[in-house]
């Protein structure tokens, strides 16, 4: 976890503060349900000074190295965010403008454009989508 709170260490000052592991953990389970081995993550750790300044939440979880967010492909970012929401584990919110989902260890909440169910087409088109991956490797 030491080398893994250095990765996610906040991305303007260097800053280190130990990750929460229960973050880390919803972020695992994700990845084993929707498939997804590899992650870009956009902001781990945040001091108060970088959350400032990315007009984050006064209340964050990023301040408490408690938060992930995760550049997710535009094809599969709703249904990765419907996928964290059904966890019940921690807040989600989902940005599709700027293409990424947030993720945490908090309180159970969801905010942005993020449905409590998949919708039959998309699971469609992900499959689609995962198949076609699939004969391209």
Do not use: C, K
């Not at 400032?52 to 979880?61: F, H, R, T």
């Amino acid at each position: 976890m030491r080398e893994l709170s250095a990765v996610l260490a906040d991305s303007r000052t260097g800053a280190v503060r130990p990750f929460d592991p229960r973050a880390i953990e919803i972020l695992w389970e994700l990845g084993e349900r929707e498939r997804i081995r590899e992650f870009a993550v956009l902001s781990g750790y945040r001091t108060p000074g970088t959350n400032a300044l990315v007009e984050g939440a006064a209340d964050s979880q990023h301040l408490r190295a408690a938060a992930l967010d995760l550049l997710i492909p535009s094809a599969r970012l709703a249904a990765f965010g419907a996928a964290a929401l059904a966890l019940g584990r921690g807040g989600v919110g989902v940005y599709p403008a700027r293409g990424f989902v947030h993720i945490d260890s908090g309180p159970v909440r969801r905010w942005g454009e993020v449905s409590a169910r998949r919708a039959p087409a998309e699971d469609r088109l992900s499959r689609i989508a995962e198949a076609w991956a699939a004969t391209q490797r």
